[in-house]
């Protein structure tokens, strides 16, 4: 059988005080030069400072304001906004990656997310191939201390969850899979309080879902799987979480029911679903090669102009100039169905793709995001061959070209990835092979090179 995992492969609210609102009138008032990483645009030049062939050159005190990325989902969200970051420099090395303190237990499946405070948050997942495995622990890397502390565990266990930052700064974690059974649920972590409460109830469940957060603060969250064994089907559904409510509101369904897609917010505040299947698991269903738009003002969908080809298990990300670019995945369910090398470029200005350079090998269930430089990194997956890898390469939009950049000490595919301040790129966990058979619990941080 094709390698998926056996099962799904894929809150309270605070009070706001008067105070809160003065600090913030004085904030905007004397930082105009700040500004929220939103939308993907370009910040303006950071300091740099060099790090060592090991990568852990500590950072120079000057610095300019830095934005807050926040890592990708499994499925795919990208595009995260969280408030504006403390200055902090970029850091450059040798494009070389350091061992760091391993999880406690091996696992893949997580969900991620880069707390305001520049800690990064790993949740959920599992320790095996299927979600009869999945855990609720909650892990927070200090990258200042370089470790790795517990958490209080979430309300429920969950593997292949839809993880965002929210502009408060709190966490919500959104669905997931557990005993096989894609789950509704959803809860929201506090940094502050180091709690957990819960978040409500979607109207279907949904694992290998897409959570964007909209530029008004509500959340998106379209798709995925919804039917357990044995047709595990996707849905085409769609429904927005309000932080400041608490609540869920249906909105308009897409045309095709997706999961294992990708969603990216746009420059305008639209979110662009690409890609995905029909069903979330095993040899079935049709991959799409469609994509739609959502308009948060209108509440409606719209269709896109259609990829080269179809994708699942592909990446997305932002690029600093408001484009969208694609890589890799399958484009069928089959056995023989070979990992893509291809990439191309979604200009939302043009409504057209465009294909671009592709990756040095086929990947899919890799990891990708976007650097603060705005180059990209993508991070191991699976080859055409079926093999885990522990390559990366970093992708130049200026020149739409791909280069190999340092190895993993493990190959790796589906760990949780996150951007931290400084540029610098942790990887945690991940399974060791295409069926996840085996896990690891195996952690590494990558300082890229100067562009």
């Known amino acids: 059988m094709k390698p998926r995992s056996s099962d799904a492969v894929r809150r309270g609210v605070g009070l706001v005080l008067a ?3 003065l600090a913030l009138a004085v904030v905007l008032a004397t930082a105009p030069a700040a500004f929220i990483w939103l939308d993907g645009s370009r910040p303006s030049p950071l300091a740099v400072s060099s790090a060592g062939a090991s990568g852990s050159g500590a ?11 926040a890592s990708p989902s499994p499925s795919g969200a990208v595009a ?14 040798d494009g070389t990656w350091s061992r760091i303190p391993s999880l406690p237990q091996p696992l893949w499946g997580t969900g991620s997310a880069l707390l305001k405070d520049g800690r990064v948050l790993v949740v959920g997942g599992s320790s095996g191939p299927v979600s009869s495995t999945a855990v609720a622990t909650v892990e927070v890397f200090d990258p200042q201390a370089n470790s790795w502390a517990a958490a209080t565990p979430m309300l429920q266990a969950r593997a292949y969850p839809a993880t965002v930052t929210l502009p408060d700064g709190s966490v919500l974690v959104v669905g997931g899979s557990r005993d096989g059974l894609p789950l509704d649920s959803a809860e929201r972590y506090f940094p502050d309080s180091v709690s957990w409460v819960s978040a409500g109830t979607m109207s279907v469940p949904r694992t290998h ?17 919804s039917d357990a064994s044995s ?16 609540n869920w509101t249906p ?11 990708t969603a990216t917010l746009l420059a305008d505040g639209e979110v662009l679903m690409a890609g995905g299947a029909s069903t979330y698991h095993g040899s ?13 003002k209108s509440a409606s969908w719209r269709a896109a102009a259609p990829l080269s080809v179809a994708r699942y298990h592909h990446t997305a990300v932002l690029l600093s100039d408001g484009r969208v670019l694609i890589a890799g995945g399958w484009s069928f369910t089959t056995n023989t169905d070979p990992s893509l090398a291809t990439a191309e470029i979604y200009d939302p200005a043009a409504g057209t793709w465009t294909p671009t350079g592709s990756m040095a090998v086929g990947r899919a269930r890799a990891r990708m995001t976007a650097l603060p430089d705005g180059r990209v990194l993508v991070v191991g997956g699976v080859d055409p061959a079926y093999r885990v890898m522990a390559t990366a390469e970093i992708y130049d939009p200026a020149t739409g070209r791909w280069q190999p950049t340092g190895r993993l000490a493990t190959a790796v595919m589906w760990p949780a990835m996150a951007v931290l301040r400084d540029g610098r790129v942790v990887v945690a966990g991940g399974a060791l092979e295409a069926l996840a058979g085996h ?13």
Do not use: W
């Not at 089907?233 to 309000?242: G, L, M, P, W």
């Not at 079935?284 to 948060?296: F, H, L, S």
């Not at 896990?439 to 562009?451: D, E, H, L, N, Q």
């Open 251 to 261: 909105t308009a369904s897409m045309a095709s029911s997706r999961a294992l897609h």
């Open 59 to 69: 950072a120079s005190p000057a610095a300019t304001v830095s934005p807050g990325v």
């Open 231 to 246: 047709t595990f089907k996707s849905t085409n559904t769609a429904e927005i979480f309000d932080p400041a409510t608490g």
């Open 284 to 296: 079935k269903g049709t991959v799409r090669a469609t994509a739609e738009i959502y308009d948060p």
């Open 439 to 451: 896990v690891t619990a195996v952690c590494a941080i990558y300082t890229p090179p100067a562009p």
């Open 19 to 21: 105070i809160d609102a």
């Open 80 to 93: 995260t906004p969280t408030e504006s970051a403390p200055a902090q420099t970029l850091t450059y090395g």
């Open 209 to 225: 879902s897409t959570a964007t957060v909209l530029q008004d603060g509500r959340v998106l969250v379209v798709g995925g799987g």
